[in-house]
């Protein structure tokens, strides 16, 4: 069973940097997409950043300029470089990998934000 796992969380200042790393235990065939999603206290989980199978990218307007998305298919690991934090860019960061006939998760990496 194929899992995902996400690290690189952890407490910042605001202005500060982190990066995310999800690895896959083992090759996901067939990938449409990868992205992450973030879901705050209180809110609903939405999306952060998508990298398409050709290599587009789509980001959430309060991320644009600030957050990169890349990933390293030799090593079954994507990222999210995130710079210039702001405290509201603190939540439990989430990956996801999306093929035609499954939809992985990982189990989520807290990012808090605060000074």
């Known amino acids: 069973q194929v899992q995902l796992v996400e690290s690189g969380g952890g407490l910042v200042q605001p202005g500060g940097s982190l990066r995310l790393s999800c690895v896959a235990s083992e090759s996901i065939f067939s990938i449409e997409s990868q992205g992450w999603y973030r879901q705050g206290p209180g809110k609903q989980r939405e999306l952060v950043a998508i990298?398409?199978?050709?290599?587009?990218?789509v980001y959430a307007g309060s991320v644009k300029g600030r957050f990169t998305i890349s990933r390293d298919n030799a090593k079954n690991t994507m990222y999210l470089q995130m710079n210039s934090l702001k405290s509201e860019d603190t939540a439990v960061y989430y990956c996801?990998?999306?093929?035609?006939?499954?939809?992985?998760w990982g189990q989520g990496t807290q990012v808090t934000v605060s000074s």
């Open positions: 990298i398409f199978r050709g290599g587009g990218t």
């Open positions: 996801n990998y999306y093929t035609n006939s499954k939809t992985y």
